[in-house]
């Protein structure tokens, strides 16, 4: 069993920048494929990027991040990372990780999930 934690949300200004990190405990997840989504008020979630076990292979599951968001991860500190450039009130949402093995192209196999992390972005 894996628990991921969210954390670095926050209020941002348009424009600006966060990242946030999303770490596992439990058990290492070193062999999970870890995805990022977010969910705004009224919609549904939505998925954004995911980055395979060993961070050779980023997918980017929608057009709206590209450019801006980007991931990576540290498997030594058991920890992944999304990072938000160029930040615009479209942005705002609660966003959440999730892991899995082989989930990065395969998004149904996201089975672990975050409790998620607000982030606002002001106009």
């Known amino acids: 069993q894996v628990q991921l934690v969210e954390s670095g949300g926050g209020l941002v200004q348009t424009g600006g920048s966060l990242r946030l990190s999303c770490t596992a405990s439990?058990?290492?997840?070193?062999?999970?494929?870890v995805g990022w989504s977010r969910q705004a008020p009224g919609k549904e979630r939505e998925l954004l990027i995911g980055?395979?076990?060993?961070?050779?292979?980023?997918?980017y599951y929608t057009d709206a991040v590209k450019g801006r968001f980007t991931i990576s991860r540290d498997n030594a500190q058991n920890t992944v990372y999304l990072q938000m450039n160029i930040l615009n009130p479209e942005d705002t949402a609660v966003y959440y990780c999730a892991a899995g093995l082989g989930a990065s192209f395969d998004p149904s196999k996201y089975v672990y999930w975050g409790q998620g992390t607000q982030v606002t972005v002001s106009s």
């Open positions: 980055i395979n076990w060993r961070g050779s292979s980023v997918t």
């Open positions: 439990g058990r290492y997840f070193d062999d999970d494929d």
